[in-house]
């Protein structure tokens, strides 16, 4: 390569290295109130039974994807309140769900699970945020992925060391900060 395609090459890597740099700073400059996601901009809005709903029809979906059985009797379901940046807590009913179940599907099945839902989940509005293969003292794997319309997450993972308990396949749904239908949001 001549000398001058070379300069030409490396100033176009510098600036497309000092454009994204930029970008990155502006990303994580503070966001005033009007903004998306500031901190009184207004929170998506629903019943905490109708997020338990949702949160068990989307871990049903996940299983069908990877053809698993659901143990509904292992089903979790943690209502928690939303904690702010600084720590605070409103008092306007404010919460997150974390909803779990479990499959007896054998952990040799477990790596081809997360890979469906690897595979197929982008093309459902997912972006794939964390993906884990193990083989360790015991095969486990890892999935999660966020929804990047809603800002939820889900997961799926291998649960039980199979030594004091069974090794099981579990499937979650966390959802960012819900406020009830109804409920006038607190500002800070």
Not at 127 to 149: G, I, L, P, Q
Not at 165 to 187: D, I, Y
């Amino acid at each position: 390569m001549n000398p001058v395609a070379r300069g030409t090459k490396a100033a176009g890597r510098a600036t497309a290295a000092v454009s994204f740099a930029l970008l990155l700073v502006a990303g994580c400059a503070s966001q005033d109130d009007a903004s998306p996601k500031g901190v009184n901009s207004p929170l998506p809005r629903k019943a905490r039974e109708d997020a338990l709903r949702w949160a068990k029809d989307t871990t049903a979906r996940m299983a069908e994807l990877t053809g698993a059985e659901l143990l509904p009797d292992t089903a979790k379901t943690l209502y928690e309140p939303c904690v702010g940046e600084n720590d605070e807590v409103a008092k306007d009913g404010r919460y997150t769900l974390f909803y779990y179940v479990n499959s007896p599907a054998p952990a040799t099945e477990h790596t081809r699970m997360v890979r469906k839902l690897r595979s197929r989940l982008p093309s459902q509005g997912y972006e794939v945020t964390s993906y884990r293969e193990f083989r360790s003292a015991y095969a486990s794997a890892v999935f999660r992925a966020r929804n990047k319309k809603n800002d939820y997450q889900v997961e799926a993972e291998t649960v039980g060391s199979g030594k004091t308990k069974p090794q099981r396949f579990s499937f979650a749904v966390r959802t960012p900060c819900l406020l009830p239908p109804g409920a006038e949001q607190q500002k800070f």
